[in-house]
Every structure is written in C-alpha cells, then in structure tokens.
C-alpha cells in the first residue's frame, strides 16, 4: 500500500475524494514512501497519512519530436531562426598569414593587412668605401616560349616571368660574394632571350679593376655550371633551363653612377621606385620620403606618412571627427563644430526672419486698423455759434449757422 502523500501545487489540502472523482487519482506505487513537496514550499504531510490531497495528477509532458528539417513537431519550418554567417576571411598582403586574429607581416610590411612597406631599410654597408658595379649579360631561357604580353612590362605575364628569373638567377649568382640582384633590359624571342644587368656591391680599397674582372669570371663560371648540370629540362617550368654562349658578357664591370640601385634590389617588389639611399654617419641606409628627418621628408601635418604601392601617402588621423583640407592633412575642420555652428546659423537665421514677419504683421495692422474719432476734434462743430479769443476777436462758426437754421 502507498503511504507516500501528493501535495497539490498550491500548498493547501484538498478534501477528500468522493465516490465520482476517485478513479481520477493519481495511480500509486506499492512500497513508495517518499514524499512530493508542493512548488510553493508547503511542508508535506507525514508520510503516514493515507489521505490524497490532490484529485488530478500532475500534468505531464510528451516527449517533443522534431521534424526531418530539424523544427519541433507541430512549428513551422518558417519561423526565424537565427542565422550565424562566417566572417569574411582576412587576406593578409605582401606574404603575411593570418593568425586567426590579426596579420603578421613579414620583416618589410606593417598594416592591418601589411600593406604597407616599412619607412627605411639599413644595409649596414659602410660608407665611404662601398660603391655598386653591374655588369650586362644575355642568357636563353628555353623552357618559356616568347609572347606578344611580353612586350608590355607592366603586364601580369612580364611580371611573373620577372619574379620567376630574378628567384632562379639568385640560386646562381647569389653564391658570388657581394651579389645585389638583377634587372632585365630586354626581352627577344627565341624562346626567351633575356638581357640583363647583373649588381654587385663592391667594398675596401684596393685593385677595383681587377676585382670587376673576377666578378665577371665568376658569373660565366656559374653559367657555364648551371648549364652543364641541369640536364634535360626543356619541359621543367620550376627553374630556368638556360642555353649561355660562349661569352653571354655584353657589357664589362663598370661602377654604377648611384648608390640607389642598393636600394632598389633590396626594397620589397611593388615599392621599389620610392626607395632611394642617402648616407648618415658611417652607413648607407635605404629611405622613402615617409622617413622622419629625411632630405624630402613629407610633412602630414595631422597624420601618418605610409609608403603604399602607389607611392608615399598622408592618411589623416581621426577622420570620422574632421574634416581635412589637401592631400597632406593640413588643414582640419572639427565635424562636431562644423555641426553646432551650423545648428546656430540656422537658428539664428530662423529668429531674424521670425522677427521680419511679426514686425511686418504689426504694421500691417497698424495702417489697416480705423482712424479713432476723438471729442476735441468736433469743437468747431458742436460748440456754440461764437467763440470768444483772449485776446478779443470773436471768431464766428459759419458751418454752425446753417445747421442750426
């Protein structure tokens, strides 16, 4: 027998169950002695009371169901459900990898996205007593056939084959001490005939005229290597496949006339042109005109001198609050000023035109309203036939006669 007490879920004691509503109690449990409190904290009865204080049983729950579609049984599918997009990948330029929170630029490049090259390299080259020599070559590159979009240096066909010979070449002169980098003059068919400048950095003192030469024997040396070792590779498009004449010199070793070519090798692709090398103290160094305390230093006034591929620009600071004046940032104009002054403008304006029309209201009543009519100016009329002066005259009202008959 189930001694166990249900408590209703107010609290309070039901009465006791009749002959009609007793097949509505809540089924029992043989051996149960446990106890099931009321939802407002009621104290229970004691567990040996038999008395069943509440007529129906607690309400249960069915098991919810869902739909193939994933909705619960019973909803429509076309209730709003919140939608969670993924956010936009980050590319990040100039070789940087995304971290899952931010860019991190190589070495060169700084920026959100590093997209912006550093102000200055240091090529830790002394001076006096570094100068730059560059020698001309012709080599044929015969695993690459020549097309009309070569002619156009500025197209995306010249400039992936610039990046793939100036990577390769590396891996053949780059062994030769002082090597700078490499510019192409030219570019012929018959495969690819490629004319280039080869440059070196050249430092101390000495036989300068016999070091020239044996730079120039060194990079026939690696040619001729390259060509003897690379076998067949006519259909390999990972290196170069080169064919080198007896004697590819067609220019000796000379000494450059600038230091700059320092920087153009050594600045980042894209930002070459805005690189140029000055000398401070005992170094070189490669500056751009976003360089503080630079000869051509660019004065942004209030902003940030960046170099961008499209050359050194002033980004101004805190543009949602100001408005700026030239390409430098030279001239700043305070939205929220510019804001209430206009605000004032406008009310003032509002108050003089408000004062023009109640003015222009008040004489427009003023000539419209009737003349007064005042008792003075009857006296000639209603007062009597002769009027009597000071000084002794009589006047005599004529009108007033014929009135009067």
């Known amino acids: 027998m189930d001694t166990s007490t249900i408590s209703s879920t107010t609290g309070a004691p039901s ?6 509503d007793g097949p509505s109690a809540a089924p029992t ?31 249960t729950t069915p098991p919810q169901t869902t739909t193939s579609a994933g909705f619960p049984a019973g909803e429509s599918s076309a209730d709003p459900l919140p939608i969670f997009l993924p956010a936009p990948p980050v590319i990040c330029e100039n070789g940087g990898t995304y971290d899952g929170i931010k860019c991190i630029c190589t070495a060169s490049f700084y920026g959100p996205a590093c997209e912006y090259s550093t102000n200055a390299i240091d090529t830790n080259l002394p001076y006096p007593g570094t100068l730059v020599a560059d020698t001309e070559l012709v080599v044929t590159v015969t695993n690459f056939n020549y097309t009309e979009a070569l002619k156009d240096a500025q197209s995306e066909t010249y400039r992936s084959f610039e990046r793939h010979f100036e990577m390769e070449i590396r891996k053949i002169y780059g062994a030769i001490r002082g090597y700078e980098g490499v510019k192409i003059i030219g570019l012929k068919p018959g495969s690819i005939v490629v004319d280039h400048k080869v440059f070196f950095t050249v430092t101390g003192t000495g036989n300068v005229t016999g070091r020239f030469e044996g ?4 990079l026939v040396g690696r ?29 000796n070793m000379t000494e450059a006339p600038s230091l700059d070519e320092i920087c153009w090798q050594r600045a980042p692709r894209d930002y070459r042109d805005f690189y140029f090398a000055v000398t401070t103290g005992d170094t070189i160094h490669c500056v751009t005109n976003c360089t503080p305390n630079a000869p051509t230093t660019m004065d942004c006034h209030h902003g940030q001198c960046r170099v961008t591929r499209a050359g050194p620009q002033c980004f101004c600071d805190d543009e949602a609050l100001y408005w700026y004046t030239g390409s430098r940032c030279s001239g700043r104009v305070s939205k929220l000023a510019t804001g209430l002054g206009l605000v004032a403008t406008v009310l003032l304006i509002t108050c003089i035109v408000l004062t023009v029309l109640l003015f ?10 009737p003349p007064q009519t005042s008792s003075v100016g009857t006296w000639y009329e209603d ?17 007033a006669d014929g009135a009067t008959g």
């Open 15 to 20: 009465p006791a169950p009749t002959a009609t």
């Open 29 to 59: 449990t043989p051996g149960d002695t446990s106890t099931i409190s009321s939802t407002t904290g009621a104290p229970s009865p004691a567990p040996n009371s038999t008395e069943v204080t509440s007529t129906t049983a607690p309400p």
């Open 215 to 218: 730079l120039m024997d060194g």
């Open 223 to 251: 040619l001729r290597e390259t060509v003897a070792s690379q076998g067949a590779c006519q259909h390999n498009r990972s290196i170069l496949c080169l064919n080198v004449l007896p004697n590819p010199i067609v220019k």
């Open 360 to 369: 222009r209201d008040h004489q427009r009543k003023y000539v419209l309203s």
């Open 383 to 399: 007062d009597g036939l002769t009027w009597h002066a000071n000084d002794g005259f009589i006047y005599r009202n004529m009108g």
